[in-house]
């Protein structure tokens, strides 16, 4: 009965490098979303999936970005060769068909620093 | 360009006073979210407005919707030092497509001083 649940918490890199984040979603939730968060900013989208497939990428800022959800549950957000600009918070949310207004429910997110 | 404007950005106010924070948009949205997000968290839904001119009340919060859905304002009255965090509206583009991902305001910090 948990929420939606983000490892790791907190994540330093260095330029170049590679990072996984993974997501935890509500149990049965069918929905996943991934945002990104700058300083000082609200949540930009970056992808949604329904099940098992991303129904829309289109917030995700390049190639670099790729996102999976394979059992259509815990989903990893993939960053190849990081860049001191990807530096934020990566906020994940779920939701489900049964809940009405597209109201979703958000973790704590991942701060993944790059140097 | 921003979808959603909010106003103020920052606001610092004396527990006990009353403010408005305000959500704009040129664009009509199928229904608009306001969170409220504390450091180190994630956003936390505060309400959901549907309606154009829907007012909705939470305890000390008051939210409404435009008439024409492409605003919202939230109410404070008598704030107190527990209601400081950020606020971030959010919406859905009332494009007729499906459960797409929420466009955010850039959020109003919100600070009450005892």
């Known amino acids: 009965g948990a929420g939606v649940s983000q490892t790791p918490s907190n994540k330093v890199t260095e330029k170049g490098k590679y990072v996984e984040l993974r997501c935890d979603p509500i149990?049965?939730?069918?929905?996943l979303y991934w945002y990104r968060q700058s300083l000082g900013q609200g949540p930009e989208f970056l992808i949604y999936?329904?099940?098992?497939?991303?129904?829309?990428d289109s917030g995700l800022p390049n190639d670099r970005f790729f996102a999976v959800r394979p059992e259509g549950s815990v989903s990893t957000l993939k960053i190849q060769r990081t860049e001191r600009g990807d530096s934020a918070v990566y906020l994940c949310?779920?939701?489900?068909?049964?809940?009405?207004?597209?109201?979703?429910?958000f973790g704590p997110g991942t701060r993944l620093t790059v140097l | 360009t921003q979808l959603l404007e909010q106003s103020p950005q920052f606001l610092s106010i004396q527990e006990g006073e009353n403010l408005t924070v305000y959500c704009n948009s040129s664009?009509?949205?199928?229904?608009l979210q306001w969170y409220r997000q504390e450091p180190g968290e994630g956003p936390v839904l505060l309400v959901t407005v549907v309606t154009g001119g829907e007012v909705k009340k939470l305890k000390r919060l008051t939210f409404q919707f435009g008439d024409a859905r492409k605003d919202s304002s939230l109410h404070i009255t008598a704030a107190q030092p527990g209601d400081t965090g950020l606020y971030l509206c959010?919406?859905?583009?009332?494009?007729?497509?499906?459960?797409?991902?929420?466009?955010f305001g850039k959020g109003t910090h919100l600070i009450i001083q005892p």
């Open positions: 664009s009509v949205f199928s229904s």
């Open positions: 959010a919406g859905v583009v009332d494009s007729g497509g499906g459960a797409d991902g929420l466009t």
């Open positions: 949310a779920s939701s489900s068909a049964g809940i009405p207004y597209n109201e979703q429910f």
């Open positions: 999936f329904q099940g098992t497939g991303a129904a829309d």
């Open positions: 149990s049965g939730h069918t929905a």
